[in-house]
């Protein structure tokens, strides 16, 4: 199975190495293989270096997709890594 997503990041600061760190950890505990394409550029989600490359900044777009049979979890899990910021903000209003 194949699944596409598209994600804006919310973090003021912009993707940072904890994130892709994240991203990594996420793809390696799968059986999917994830890309994520940032301005113009497909980078591979299992590759730290090939993430810190993106330069993504607040605001920006990225796709992700991931081949695999739990290709739905993984990219779930990987766009919740660009919303982060924006859950942790209601979170902490809600309570």
Do not use: W
């Amino acid at each position: 199975m194949t699944i596409h997503r598209n994600y804006t990041c919310t973090s003021p600061v912009g993707f940072t190495a904890r994130d892709a760190a994240l991203i990594v950890k996420i793809v390696k505990e799968s059986a999917s293989i994830v890309a994520i394409e940032a301005k113009g550029a497909t980078h591979n989600g299992g590759q730290l270096l090939d993430l810190l490359s993106m330069s993504v900044e607040h605001r920006d777009s990225v796709h992700v997709s991931a081949e695999g049979p739990d290709a739905y979890h993984v990219v779930e899990a990987v766009g919740a890594v660009f919303y982060k910021e924006t859950t942790d903000k209601l979170a902490s209003q809600a309570g």
